[in-house]
């Protein structure tokens, strides 16, 4: 079954545990790229060149967000969230953002919010560490590529120990921080079979990637770690490893 689709059944089950009504009102809109990751932010970022955006959905007190290249605003209730058809990446976003917020109102999930102004390029240093602490020095495969992350396990593990895969025909057969960027589509099997372990975009679980990645680490016997807000609730319902440094 769909990761995301379990977490609704999950989300459902916690709904009615904390008798949470459905009618109570949900809402999900864009965010501009300052309001998403602040003005002072680099201007390298993916979101502040607004090719793919931040939604934010707001739960009575709670926020919570997803990132998407398919970002769209809504309006409902809990109820239509809990029963949304997850058929398409745009829905997939949607429920994604207001499952982080109705769980960070229940304080199932934390880190719903993706950090802002010198915080995104911190972060890079700050998960290096922390994978070190875990795991040490290992070949890291990334999927999903993330520029203040890779300078920082370039820069703490060496180019030589890292490999990336993204689905942007922009940067694939790039050199980034002198790794050559792989393709997501056609070199997976190249990935699992070089690395150690796996550290893959928590966006995966809006395109709908997660679902593969999982088993296919899984069935490799290797590690799989997420990074970023947008798996906070999937990955708390779930159990699964992340890292979000300075996510609020």
Same mark, same amino acid.
């Given at each position: 079954?769909?990761?995301?689709?379990?977490s609704?059944?999950?989300?459902?089950?916690?709904?009615?545990?904390?008798?949470?009504?459905?009618?109570? #009102?949900?809402?999900?809109?864009c965010?501009t #790229?300052?309001?998403?990751?602040?003005?002072?932010?680099?201007?390298?970022?993916?979101?502040k060149?607004?090719?793919?955006?931040?939604i934010?959905?707001?739960?009575?007190?709670?926020?919570?967000?997803?990132?998407?290249?398919?970002?769209?605003?809504?309006?409902?209730?809990?109820?239509?969230?809990?029963?949304?058809?997850?058929?398409?990446?745009?829905?997939?976003?949607?429920?994604?953002?207001?499952? +982080?917020?109705?769980l960070?109102?229940?304080?199932?999930?934390?880190?719903?919010i993706?950090?802002?102004?010198?915080? #995104?390029?911190?972060?890079?240093?700050?998960?290096?560490? @922390?994978?070190?602490?875990?795991?040490?020095?290992?070949?890291?495969?990334?999927?999903?590529?993330? #520029?203040?992350?890779?300078?920082?396990?370039?820069?703490?593990?060496?180019?030589?120990?890292?490999?990336?895969?993204?689905?942007n025909?922009? +940067?694939i057969?790039?050199?980034?921080?002198?790794?050559?960027?792989?393709?997501?589509?056609?070199?997976?099997?190249?990935?699992?079979?070089?690395?150690?372990?796996?550290l893959?975009?928590?966006?995966?679980?809006? +395109?709908?990637?997660?679902?593969?990645?999982?088993?296919?680490?899984?069935?490799?016997?290797?590690?799989?770690?997420?990074?970023?807000?947008?798996?906070?609730?999937?990955?708390?319902? @779930?159990? @699964?490893?992340?890292v979000?440094?300075?996510?609020?």
């Amino acid at each position: 079954m769909d990761i995301l689709h379990q977490s609704q059944i999950r989300l459902a089950a916690l709904c009615r545990e904390a008798a949470l009504v459905p009618e109570l #009102p949900l809402e999900v809109r864009c965010l501009t #790229p300052d309001e998403a990751i602040g003005v002072r932010a680099d201007e390298n970022f993916v979101i502040k060149k607004g090719k793919e955006r931040v939604i934010e959905a707001t739960f009575g007190e709670s926020r919570g967000q997803a990132f998407t290249d398919h970002p769209g605003n809504w309006k409902g209730s809990l109820g239509e969230l809990l029963e949304m058809e997850l058929d398409d990446i745009g829905k997939r976003a949607i429920f994604t953002a207001g499952l +982080n917020a109705v769980l960070r109102s229940l304080g199932e999930a934390e880190g719903t919010i993706h950090c802002r102004n010198e915080d #995104p390029t911190r972060c890079g240093e700050e998960l290096t560490q @922390l994978l070190y602490e875990k795991f040490g020095v290992r070949k890291y495969g990334i999927i999903g590529l993330q #520029p203040a992350i890779l300078d920082a396990m370039t820069a703490g593990f060496g180019s030589a120990k890292i490999r990336v895969l993204d689905l942007n025909e922009d +940067n694939i057969g790039q050199k980034k921080f002198d790794v050559t960027i792989w393709d997501g589509e056609k070199d997976l099997d190249r990935l699992l079979e070089w690395c150690d372990v796996g550290l893959a975009t928590g966006s995966s679980v809006v +395109n709908g990637s997660i679902n593969g990645l999982l088993q296919r680490f899984q069935e490799a016997g290797k590690p799989l770690v997420f990074f970023g807000n947008t798996v906070s609730g999937v990955a708390a319902l @779930l159990e @699964l490893d992340r890292v979000c440094p300075f996510a609020d």
